[in-house]
């Protein structure tokens, strides 16, 4: 029945973009938001990072952030970043965040959404709001996922989200694979079509690309439409100086990693890796297996490298054979793991010849069934060290 009235509405709203029957649709006219264009003009105008320090926040409006979820700190800090934040009168904020309980966020979500955009409370949440919940309920979106693109909300409905859905639709074709690439980046709907989308897309093509692969690689990283056609250019040459052609089965990987690179990024992650020990050449095929370990930041490689060398005695020359290592969180992952093995070396459960890191390598469910499940009867010092209860010192004389 929702998904009726949805499409019932939409369909008036705006008839192109629902599956008309027979083939046929009817003209699309753009209607104004003025709510939404204020709304995005005093974002623009307004926010101050970091808060205004020349005013105190309006007591009131603190307080009715607190009972959004926010913390008093936050309630203030966010307050103080947006000026023209008053709430006064709580009917239009509490019938906003009634709409988005009943479209399925949960109070977590709705918090999160108030403290990145405090200013849709202010809107008429019946006109601004529930039609772009609706339409992206009847096009099949998880609506949640706009807790990480708030803005979305604000935007005209008629002049650029569904603009956005069908430009989409002429080069991913499928609703689907669109439905796939916004879970992934819902913010890459914020993207102008003229000035960002279309001239991403004509630099994909002019690189190379074909229809089909334009299709794979958005719908992977669909945040190659917030690119510059000059970033995009930096891209394909330094994939094609890793030797990683628009042909590799591997190149849509690497180039999602790629775009979420800053090129001055790019280069110092590669020349921190060098002053790791590794040759230009080795980090290039550990990007080539594992993009994301390029994604890890400085410092964390830094601490990581070190827990490598003075626990486990390895060089990140050894480590990045297996690069995927590097992606794992040292606190959740890593150390747990070291954890369990050195209490099966030292119950003589395992050999003490571990190879590393081979024997950190697979999931969660893996790494359980082969070390902490198949043990626990014998040893159940493995749940307690696998659950972050035994910290990990080391293996001692127990490792050769």
């Given at each position: 029945?929702?998904?009726?009235?949805?499409?019932?509405?939409?369909?008036?709203?705006c008839?192109?973009?629902?599956?008309a029957?027979?083939?046929g649709?009817?003209?699309?006219?753009?209607q104004?938001n003025p709510?939404?264009a204020l709304?995005l003009?005093?974002?623009?105008?307004?926010?101050?990072?970091?808060?205004d320090?020349?005013?105190?926040?309006?007591p009131?409006?603190?307080?009715?952030?607190?009972?959004?979820?926010?913390s008093?700190?936050?309630?203030?800090?966010?307050a103080?970043?947006?000026?023209?934040l008053r709430?006064?009168?709580?009917?239009?904020?509490?019938?906003?965040?009634a709409?988005?309980?009943s479209?399925?966020?949960?109070?977590?979500d709705?918090?999160?959404?108030?403290?990145?955009a405090?200013?849709?409370?202010?809107?008429?949440?019946?006109r601004?709001?529930?039609?772009?919940?609706?339409?992206?309920?009847?096009?099949?979106f998880?609506p949640?996922?706009?807790?990480?693109s708030?803005l979305?909300?604000?935007?005209?409905l008629?002049?650029?989200?569904v603009?956005c859905i069908?430009?989409?639709?002429?080069?991913?074709?499928?609703?689907?694979?669109?439905?796939?690439?916004f879970?992934?980046l819902?913010?890459?709907?914020?993207?102008?079509?003229?000035n960002?989308?279309r001239?991403?897309?004509?630099?994909?093509?002019?690189?190379?690309?074909?229809?089909?692969?334009i299709?794979?690689?958005?719908?992977?990283?669909?945040?190659v439409?917030?690119?510059?056609?000059?970033r995009?250019?930096?891209?394909?040459?330094?994939?094609?100086?890793?030797g990683i052609?628009?042909?590799?089965r591997?190149f849509?990987?690497?180039?999602r990693?790629?775009?979420?690179?800053?090129?001055?990024?790019w280069?110092?992650?590669v020349?921190?890796?060098?002053s790791?020990?590794?040759?230009?050449?080795?980090?290039?095929?550990?990007?080539?297996?594992?993009?994301?370990?390029l994604?890890?930041?400085?410092?964390?490689?830094?601490k990581?490298?070190?827990?490598?060398?003075e626990?486990l005695?390895?060089?990140?020359?050894?480590?990045?054979?297996?690069?995927?290592?590097?992606?794992?969180?040292?606190?959740?992952?890593?150390?747990p793991?070291?954890a369990?093995?050195?209490?099966?070396?030292?119950?003589?459960k395992?050999k003490?010849?571990?190879?590393?890191p081979?024997?950190?390598?697979?999931?969660?469910?893996?790494?359980?069934e082969?070390?902490?499940?198949?043990h626990?009867?014998?040893?159940p010092?493995?749940?307690?060290?696998?659950?972050?209860?035994?910290?990990?010192?080391?293996?001692?004389a127990?490792?050769v």
């Amino acid at each position: 029945m929702f998904a009726a009235i949805c499409r019932r509405r939409l369909a008036f709203l705006c008839p192109q973009i629902l599956p008309a029957a027979g083939g046929g649709g009817g003209a699309y006219h753009p209607q104004p938001n003025p709510h939404a264009a204020l709304l995005l003009h005093t974002y623009s105008t307004t926010a101050v990072a970091g808060g205004d320090s020349s005013s105190e926040p309006c007591p009131d409006t603190v307080s009715y952030l607190v009972s959004c979820g926010l913390s008093p700190a936050v309630a203030r800090q966010t307050a103080a970043s947006t000026r023209t934040l008053r709430i006064r009168s709580t009917e239009k904020a509490d019938a906003f965040r009634a709409l988005l309980r009943s479209h399925g966020f949960s109070d977590a979500d709705v918090a999160r959404i108030v403290r990145s955009a405090p200013l849709l409370l202010t809107v008429d949440p019946d006109r601004v709001i529930r039609p772009k919940l609706e339409f992206f309920a009847s096009m099949g979106f998880e609506p949640n996922k706009l807790v990480y693109s708030p803005l979305l909300l604000a935007r005209s409905l008629d002049k650029h989200i569904v603009p956005c859905i069908q430009f989409l639709r002429g080069v991913i074709g499928d609703d689907d694979e669109i439905r796939r690439g916004f879970s992934r980046l819902p913010r890459a709907l914020m993207v102008n079509i003229d000035n960002g989308m279309r001239p991403a897309v004509e630099a994909l093509r002019r690189h190379g690309l074909s229809k089909g692969d334009i299709s794979k690689v958005l719908v992977i990283q669909l945040g190659v439409l917030m690119l510059s056609p000059q970033r995009i250019g930096e891209i394909f040459e330094d994939l094609g100086t890793m030797g990683i052609g628009i042909t590799d089965r591997r190149f849509a990987n690497c180039l999602r990693a790629m775009c979420s690179l800053k090129r001055e990024t790019w280069l110092r992650k590669v020349a921190l890796y060098r002053s790791l020990g590794l040759s230009e050449s080795e980090v290039f095929e550990a990007f080539k297996k594992q993009p994301t370990a390029l994604l890890v930041a400085d410092d964390t490689i830094r601490k990581k490298a070190r827990f490598f060398r003075e626990m486990l005695k390895l060089e990140m020359k050894d480590v990045m054979v297996n690069p995927v290592v590097v992606s794992y969180s040292l606190e959740k992952t890593i150390l747990p793991r070291c954890a369990v093995l050195s209490v099966l070396v030292r119950e003589g459960k395992i050999k003490p010849d571990i190879r590393f890191p081979n024997a950190l390598i697979g999931s969660a469910k893996t790494f359980c069934e082969k070390y902490v499940n198949r043990h626990a009867a014998d040893v159940p010092d493995v749940i307690d060290a696998y659950e972050g209860k035994i910290e990990f010192k080391g293996f001692g004389a127990h490792l050769v």
